[in-house]
């Protein structure tokens, strides 16, 4: 008979109880505790029984002292021996115990002496028929030159310590104290090693959280917003459903799918979904959950999560945070042996694994550019699928999804905040929703409404309102004509985005005030006059203020450096200046991708000067440009700021309605 399908001998499970540190620990299933078939023992703590040793031997200690004799004053101790009452005494360090017989000792020994043939126990009761009696005193020549005068035998007691205390001080208890500070050291520094009930013996054991197959819930009808990603995943979905049919032709399914997207995208779901749909046992365990301050434990990890896999295939490996222990070994100024181990252990497992057991890799990352080519290349994440941010039609089926279970008003209209919320990840959608929920509960409505939808999307873009902070009026109206600059240059700017509201009120960590811009449509690519549009539109702000009030504020600084950093990229990323036209003059990373921190450039300085003086003069020249432009709309820019003031917010359609009516108010430039 083969020994590797053998069933496991009881003594080769540890819960049988031949660990050394289970001994006590009761096994419920087979009512045993111990090694030997048949015996059982209570669960006790090793502490409880060195616990109840310790209080044993104190009272031990107690009854052995309270045999001795009791106390009397030292004078009168000195007059029973004056009298002739005391014939002997039995000395020690502080304790005289006094005797009203003699000892057996022949009447020849020399009892003056000091000395005696035969030991004296300080614990012996006195001879037959006599009393005794014990003192406190001091030790001295006097003492026995008085003892020799009255002619009292007396003999030196050695001190006698308890042999069973000092047994326990000196040796067990010194060892429980180290026995248990090395467990709790070793469960601290190890924090992933079995958790508070494990010990130094499972550091190894992978700590992924698997779940059965059947018990994984969600399907790829729970994911929206990514349909390319999952047409990709469905392959493997049919693979580990019906490998069959792919074998036969002699097809191979990618060994390792990476998820790559930015975070809150929705990888993960996708990854329980494929499990869910291909109804197989799913091991989750992100990428930190290797690494350990101890050098060995990350490899070890890996190959018992690998083991673990093969013994329920088919099924999945689900690694989320890749990038945790895959980053590039290549022109790395510091080594990491812990995390290259684990790696290389990743790497050799993912050679060694058959694809036609079923076992599929799936793992995510939003940093694919520090990963260690060989992760990437082909037979190991051979495959890369890209979740994106959803698009206009991708964001209104994830807030139905996100919205089933919540009570929504008949004039909520999805499509309406799904386009308000360009750029948004499904994970900003759920909050999104979630908050609209909240406030609604907290305006006391039983149904969540548009407006608790359209607060919820500012309160995640542009922060929580700050009703409560006090501002002075002077810094209102600064506030106010800042903000209607940027409003204004937008609506007179060709290719800008809508204004959606214009509001003084404060949110945030330091916004005294915002204005929301809208997209109508979702954009991939932007051109050279929508980019200097968008620079305009921040300025806008700062040169109403100096139209307004002749002097500039500290409240344009985000606005500068969002302008300076989309010129830069036009000049250098998008070959859009004038000198260095089409050409590129970005920085890269010095090692493998871009995850170097130390930039290096391909450009002489004088290159570096001639971008700097460019990306002032491009600045100077759109400022001036954007303060012309308002110097002639002059009266509106008082009128809008003024209303502005007067409400503290101007929506979207008003602020259209008054720039349309513009006529009437009569510009600058005709009076």
């Known amino acids: 008979m083969s020994t590797e399908n053998s069933p496991k001998t009881p003594k080769d499970d540890p819960k049988n109880g031949n660990d050394p540190f289970n001994f006590f620990k009761f096994d419920p299933e087979s009512g045993s505790s111990g090694p030997g078939n048949g015996f059982r023992m209570p669960k006790i703590p090793i502490w409880a029984i060195l616990l109840a040793v310790f209080a044993l031997t104190i009272v031990i200690q107690y009854v052995t002292l309270s045999r001795t004799e009791s106390l009397i004053p030292f004078s009168d101790f000195r007059a029973k021996i004056e009298s002739g009452e005391i014939v002997r005494v039995q000395l020690s360090s502080s304790t005289f115990v006094g005797y009203t017989t003699r000892s057996a000792v022949t009447d020849g020994a020399d009892s003056g002496s000091g000395t005696a043939t035969q030991s004296l126990n300080i ?196 690694i989320d945070e890749l990038d945790a222990i895959g980053k590039s070994r290549l022109n790395t100024m510091s080594s990491n042996d812990e995390r290259e181990q684990t790696l290389n252990q990743l790497l050799v497992e993912m050679d060694g694994f058959d694809t036609a057991s079923g076992l599929i890799l799936l793992a995510a990352t939003n940093r694919p ?156 690519l932007r051109t050279e006059k929508e980019l200097i549009g968008e620079v305009d539109v921040l300025l806008g702000g700062r040169a109403a203020e100096e139209i307004a009030f002749s002097q500039i504020s500290t409240g344009a600084s985000n606005d500068l450096s969002r302008a300076t950093d989309i010129v830069r990229r036009m000049i250098t990323d998008y070959g859009m200046s004038g000198k260095f036209r089409n050409v590129a003059l970005s920085q890269h990373g010095a090692g493998y991708g871009a995850g170097d921190p130390k930039l290096v450039r391909d450009y002489a300085e004088t290159t570096q000067q001639y971008i700097d003086e460019e990306i002032a003069s491009v600045i100077d020249a759109r400022y001036n440009a954007v303060k012309d432009r308002l110097a002639l709309k002059k009266n509106l820019l008082d009128y809008v700021a003024n209303r502005l003031l007067e409400k503290e917010i101007i929506e979207g359609k008003e602020f259209m309605e008054i720039v349309g009516a513009e006529g009437k108010l009569g510009d600058s430039e005709n009076n």
């Open 369 to 524: 550019d520090v990963l260690d080519p060989a992760l990437l290349r082909p037979g190991r994440f051979d495959r890369q699928v890209v979740v994106d941010r959803p698009d206009v039609k991708g964001r209104e089926q994830i807030l139905k999804i996100h919205s089933k279970n919540v009570k929504l008003s008949r004039d909520v209209d999805l499509s309406a905040i799904a386009k308000t919320t360009s750029g948004s990840s499904g994970a900003d959608l759920a909050n999104i929703i979630n908050e609209a929920a909240l406030l609604a509960v907290r305006a006391g409505r039983k149904e969540v409404m548009m407006e608790d939808l359209h607060e919820a999307v500012e309160k995640a873009i542009a922060g929580l309102q700050k009703k409560s902070r006090v501002i002075k009026e002077d810094e209102r109206k600064i506030v106010a004509f800042h903000e209607t600059g940027h409003a204004l240059t937008a609506a007179f700017t060709e290719g800008a985005d809508k204004v959606h509201k214009v509001s003084i009120i404060p949110r945030g960590i330091a916004a005294l005030g915002y204005t929301l811009q809208m997209p109508e449509e979702d954009r991939y």
């Open 123 to 318: 614990f012996s009761s006195a001879a037959k028929g006599g009393k005794s009696w014990k003192t406190v005193g001091l030790l001295s020549e006097e003492f026995l030159t008085f003892l020799n005068d009255h002619g009292v035998e007396y003999a030196m007691q050695p001190e006698q310590n308890n042999a069973i205390l000092d047994f326990v001080l000196q040796w067990i208890l010194p060892f429980a104290i180290f026995f248990f500070m090395w467990r709790f050291l070793m469960r601290r520094m190890g924090g992933g090693m079995g958790g508070l009930g494990g010990s130094i013996f499972s550091a190894g054991q992978a700590k992924s959280a698997a779940v059965e197959e059947g018990k994984v819930t969600t399907r790829f009808s729970d994911v929206a917003g990514v349909d390319e990603a999952k047409e990709e995943l469905v392959e493997v979905v049919d693979f580990l459903k019906y490998p069959k049919k792919y074998t036969d032709i002699g097809g191979k399914i990618p060994r390792g799918v990476l998820l790559v997207g930015p975070p809150g995208t929705g990888k993960t779901l996708l990854a329980r979904a494929v499990a869910g749909e291909a109804g197989v046992p799913f091991f989750r365990i992100s990428g930190s959950d290797f690494v350990e301050m101890f050098v060995g434990v990350g490899a070890s990890r890996v190959r018992d999560l690998f083991k673990q896999a093969r013994e329920k295939a088919p099924c999945i490996i689900f």
